[in-house]
């Protein structure tokens, strides 16, 4: 139990490096050096592959709205759209993609999301994910797990991914309910614009390149 303790007040690097990363690429390293600044941390740059106190994160989350004036959920959804879209994160794109081959097959894979991205980078666990589809092309995410606030970055995510797709979808995030955040999607047109396409042949000479 004590290990079982231990562990849930860490929390993998990458999520720390990737907020860093989001700040520095969008908004300069002087809004990163000043939100570090502000939150007080022992730390002013993460590693993506080391354990950081979980603390850390709302601390650094707020201190990033205050220096960027931006709320905390809107930094959050354009962090999970920036993972998306810039090309230094091309292997999050993949790891969607692989979710299946339209944007509606990908909400239905949602559920193995953080399986799969254990795969991918072992240690780092996600909020579990539950995806509901109670009418046709309408579905709920309950999103349950830290870090608080993984809801938004998902809405930025998948509102990247249904571009990505060609797709026209709405998301919100509709709050808190019984301890998940709750993400409504409806799927207005499958076909509203042109799918950028993947190939599994062409990732992988990427990756050999």
Same mark, same amino acid.
């Given at each position: 139990?004590?290990? !079982?303790?231990?562990? !849930?007040?860490?929390?993998?690097?990458?999520?720390?490096?990737?907020?860093?990363?989001?700040?520095?690429?969008?908004?300069?390293?002087?809004?990163?050096?000043? !939100? @570090?600044?502000?939150?007080?941390?022992?730390?002013?740059?993460?590693?993506?592959?080391?354990? *950081? #106190?979980?603390? *850390? =994160?709302?601390?650094?989350?707020?201190?990033?709205?205050? @220096?960027? #004036?931006?709320?905390?959920?809107?930094?959050?959804?354009?962090?999970?759209? *920036?993972?998306?879209?810039?090309?230094?994160?091309?292997?999050?794109?993949?790891?969607?993609?692989?979710?299946?081959?339209? =944007?509606?097959?990908?909400?239905?894979?949602?559920? #193995?999301?953080?399986?799969?991205?254990?795969?991918?980078?072992?240690?780092?666990?996600?909020?579990? @994910?539950?995806?509901?589809?109670?009418?046709?092309?309408?579905?709920?995410?309950?999103?349950? $797990?830290?870090?608080?606030?993984?809801?938004?970055?998902?809405? $930025?995510?998948?509102?990247?991914?249904?571009?990505? *797709?060609? +797709?026209?979808?709405?998301?919100?995030?509709?709050?808190?309910?019984?301890?998940?955040?709750?993400?409504? @999607?409806?799927?207005?047109? +499958?076909?509203?614009?042109?799918?950028?396409?993947?190939?599994?042949?062409?990732?992988?000479?990427?990756?050999?390149?």
């Amino acid at each position: 139990m004590m290990r !079982a303790e231990q562990e !849930a007040h860490v929390m993998h690097g990458l999520i720390f490096r990737t907020l860093e990363a989001f700040v520095s690429d969008v908004f300069g390293a002087d809004c990163w050096a000043r !939100a @570090v600044g502000l939150s007080d941390l022992p730390v002013t740059s993460f590693e993506a592959m080391l354990q *950081y #106190d979980a603390g *850390y =994160f709302p601390k650094l989350l707020a201190a990033c709205a205050e @220096v960027l #004036d931006r709320p905390e959920s809107v930094i959050l959804e354009d962090l999970g759209a *920036y993972l998306i879209t810039h090309q230094n994160h091309a292997s999050v794109r993949r790891l969607m993609r692989f979710g299946g081959e339209t =944007f509606s097959e990908l909400l239905h894979s949602l559920d #193995d999301l953080p399986g799969r991205t254990r795969l991918a980078v072992s240690g780092l666990d996600l909020p579990q @994910v539950h995806v509901r589809e109670p009418i046709s092309q309408s579905f709920i995410i309950d999103c349950r $797990g830290e870090p608080a606030g993984f809801g938004h970055a998902l809405v $930025g995510l998948l509102r990247a991914m249904a571009d990505d *797709y060609g +797709t026209l979808a709405v998301l919100d995030h509709r709050g808190i309910r019984n301890g998940s955040e709750v993400i409504e @999607v409806i799927v207005v047109e +499958t076909a509203f614009g042109a799918d950028r396409g993947f190939s599994l042949g062409g990732a992988a000479m990427a990756e050999g390149a």
